[in-house]
């Protein structure tokens, strides 16, 4: 039954906004099954009515998609989603967890928590706005600007961290490349910081999930605790309605 499920979730994510019509052909491929397998998928899918077969013989989705759609709760936002991920994610660490998204040119943390009742931890609650200039967080997020946005932010980044915009650049550029930002001491001494992004629906980053604690607990399991932040900000975004990314690699920092 599970692997049933599993081959029509593969069939719907098949589709794309570039990709809105497909081959019977073109979904076996992306399904990686048998021609055969996949007609008899696509056919029950057909008649179910999640399916349309074109005159050119090419299938979309239909639109029961759309009342589907409506039914979701208007005000699920990314707190409600983020919520119990964030908990787990505190639990393991037994730091601080946040999310965190751009307003202006400031850094704003929607929504923070721990779990952990250690004396020596870090507390950055909702509301609490940062300049968007030192830090995992503030990086990452700069990282996935588009070019307009992070235009008229990049020359006060790097003259208030008094960096070359070139330097700048090029470490946005390795935090796109390899998916999360790591800082000790940026913002401040003594606080170290793990961030990724959070996609949306869009593969949009507006937000990010950051962990937060002292720099003595932290360096000495970073390895470990980037692997956990990246996995559990791509659970948050498959959540959001991001399409299903790659595993996350163990790695070195």
């Known amino acids: 039954m ?7 979730l593969s069939v719907f994510e098949s589709f794309a906004p570039t990709k809105t019509t497909l081959t019977l052909q073109e979904i076996a ?6 021609k055969s ?9 057909e008649r179910a009515g999640y399916l349309v077969r074109l005159e050119d ?9 759309t009342r589907l759609a409506g039914l979701v709760k208007s005000t699920l936002d990314i707190r409600e989603i983020a919520r119990p991920i964030m908990m787990e994610l505190a639990d393991k660490t037994q730091e ?3 999310i965190h998204t751009v307003v202006g040119r400031n850094r704003v943390c929607i929504d923070s928590l721990a779990t952990a009742t250690t004396q020596l931890r870090t507390v950055i609650q909702p509301g609490e706005q940062f300049p968007l200039v030192g830090g995992s967080g503030s990086k990452t ?5 588009a070019q307009q946005e992070l235009g008229p932010i ?3 980044a790097a ?3 008094k960096r070359s915009q070139s330097d700048l650049l090029a470490e946005l550029e390795k935090i796109r490349r390899q998916g999360y930002a790591v800082s000790h001491g940026e913002r401040l001494l003594g606080l170290s910081a793990i961030s990724a992004p959070i996609l949306d629906i869009n593969e949009q980053v507006r937000y990010c999930l950051t962990l937060n604690g002292p720099s003595v607990r932290l360096q000495v399991r970073e390895t470990e605790f980037i692997t956990l932040v990246r996995r559990a900000a791509a659970d948050i975004s498959l959540q959001f309605g991001a399409p299903t990314g790659p595993a996350i690699p163990s790695h070195s920092s």
Do not use: H, K, N, W
């Open 159 to 161: 003259r208030a961290s």
């Open 57 to 65: 013989q090419r299938y979309c989705l239909s639109f029961r998609f």
């Open 141 to 145: 997020l700069m990282a996935y600007m």
């Open 2 to 8: 599970m692997r049933s499920v599993q081959r029509i």
């Open 29 to 34: 491929d992306r399904i990686e099954l048998p």
């Open 96 to 98: 601080m967890v946040g």
């Open 37 to 45: 397998t996949a007609f008899r998928i696509v056919g029950s899918l």
């Open 154 to 156: 990049l020359a006060a």
